[in-house]
């Protein structure tokens, strides 16, 4: 793990919640303190979904000059670098609690609306790099689809190893949240999430589902592969 200053370290506390802290760090606490930090971990995302997250809050945006020069790093919870073994055959399913699923390859979520940002990331182990992503709103496939009233959450899930998130609906209707299928002015590369990713400037990475298959809208509030071991399932920054 990247060492942390006393600021990071408190500012990792505070946005991603002491629970994240202790699964980063291996070590359970037993149930006593699983209980307690579960409750401070519901404050969090109440905290974040009502208080930090609003439909007028933008992250900044920097000049491309500000980009990482290297690569920053990378991560997916298969042995290798998940890569699809027939990338011609990859599409994105959309359903759950919709008017009209739809199924969209690469060339057809890149005819759809378009934004680019340079923007910063932030990692859940406290480090942060500045990069370039193209992609198409989250909010544009969502006209697309329809939810129906019962629709409340959307859950996206992934090629790699079933890794999933659950995300409650104003954050992916935000502006900022898209489906990222560029990185650094080139086509996403595998070791980012290619072909498609989850990407927002507003949560962190852990959040940011990659190697997307599918895009579901649900009536309960998903789980996800590490909120359901103790991190914060809002997870804003």
Known sequence: MTSLDRRDFLRLGLVAGPAALVAGCGW???PRI???LARVSRVNDWMGEHVFLSGSR???EYPVSEREKGDFPS???SENVPELEQP???ALEVG???RKPVRLTLAQLGALPRVTYTVKHHCVEGWTAIATWTGVPVSAIEQLVEPTPAAGYLRFDSFDDQYFNGWDLKSAMHPQTILAYGWNDRPLEPDHGAPLRLYSPLKLGYKLTKYLTSM???R???????EDQGYPWFGGV
């Open 75 to 77: 991560y997916f919870i």
């Open 88 to 90: 011609e055959r990859w």
């Open 96 to 98: 759950g609690e919709v």
């Open 220 to 226: 309960e509030r998903p789980g996800g592969y590490w």
């Open 34 to 36: 699983e209980s307690a």
């Open 58 to 60: 933008l992250a900044p």
């Open 216 to 218: 579901t809208f649900t």
């Open 28 to 30: 359970d606490g037993g």
